[in-house]
């Protein structure tokens, strides 16, 4: 259920530059998992008539992911709202400066700022994750993976069991320098935001999710009780929350 809008919530951000009503939506994923997951709230967005894309990381580097997603932003026919998961929300940090990019929305995801890497400030307020021995494996070539039988319980609490393990068993390896790449865009110092917080996120500490937020003067909500899986966890609140978010940035 969605929780009450922080005071975050009641700064207005800077107009965007367009007054055309932004119809284009584009959803970038996090590490570990593909844009699969974002298969319910693509459903509802799209019933309420929104041009709706993902994004398919490769996840081999921050450059990379970064590329692929200017790849598709070129591809939109007009404004369009960019949206981001977890080690997605470096992405569209980054990425985010993209001329058709009116505005963003963060879920359970990280924000930094030029010069600043999500591992480092994850370790100034570590999860659960960070704290749980073995949990992140790395193959001898230098890509990373959540240990099978950590996933269900730390990445997908509140998903069905079988849906998880599914999950466990299909993780799009990432390289681990995804998470120490230093940003060289902050987008959201120029372009209106909004931010979830996944109330019992064991992935990346919500009272990071909150500083990020705050600093980036996002309007705010809260999802009590969400794991890191918000997204699919809970696609109405989260849907709800985008189409918001792509009506007011576009008036």
């Known amino acids: 259920m969605l929780g009450a809008l922080t005071a975050a919530a009641m700064i207005t951000s800077a107009a965007p530059a367009s007054a055309e009503p932004i119809k284009n939506i584009?959803?970038?994923?996090?590490?570990?998992?593909?844009?699969?997951?974002?298969?319910?709230?693509?459903?509802?967005?799209?019933?309420?008539?929104?041009?709706v894309t993902m994004v398919q990381e490769p996840e081999t580097s921050f450059a990379d992911d970064v590329a692929a997603t200017k790849r598709i932003l070129d591809l939109q026919d007009g404004p369009t709202?960019?949206?981001?998961?977890?080690?997605?929300?470096?992405?569209?940090?980054?990425?985010g400066v993209h001329p058709k990019v009116e505005g963003l929305v963060y879920v359970a995801a990280h924000a930094p700022d030029v010069g600043e890497d999500e591992s480092a400030l994850g370790k100034?307020?570590?999860?659960?994750?960070?704290?749980?021995?073995g949990a992140i494996q790395k193959t001898p070539d230098g890509f990373t993976y959540l240990e099978p039988s950590q996933l269900p319980k730390l990445f997908a609490p509140d998903l069905p069991r079988a849906q998880a393990e599914f999950e466990a068993k299909s993780q799009v390896l990432a390289a681990a320098s995804v998470f120490s790449t230093p940003l060289t865009q902050a987008a959201w110092k120029t372009k209106p935001s909004w931010g979830i917080v996944a109330g019992n996120d064991q992935i990346i500490?919500?009272?990071?999710?909150?500083?990020?937020?705050?600093?980036?003067?996002?309007?705010?909500?809260?999802?009590?009780?969400?794991?890191?899986?918000?997204?699919?966890?809970?696609?109405?609140?989260?849907?709800?929350?985008?189409?918001?978010?792509?009506?007011?940035?576009?008036?």
Do not use: C
């Not at 709202?81 to 980054?94: A, D, P, Q, R």
């Not at 100034?124 to 021995?133: I, N, R």
């Open 124 to 133: 100034k307020m570590p999860s659960v994750l960070a704290k749980t021995p």
């Open 205 to 251: 500490n919500p009272d990071l999710e909150r500083w990020y937020y705050a600093r980036a003067k996002s309007q705010t909500i809260e999802i009590k009780g969400a794991s890191h899986s918000v997204y699919e966890s809970h696609p109405k609140e989260v849907a709800a929350v985008i189409a918001n978010a792509a009506r007011k940035v576009g008036e």
């Open 81 to 95: 709202l960019l949206v981001g998961h977890s080690y997605g929300g470096s992405v569209i940090t980054e990425a």
């Open 26 to 51: 584009v959803l970038v994923h996090g590490a570990w998992v593909d844009a699969s997951g974002w298969k319910a709230v693509y459903d509802i967005l799209s019933k309420e008539g929104f041009h």
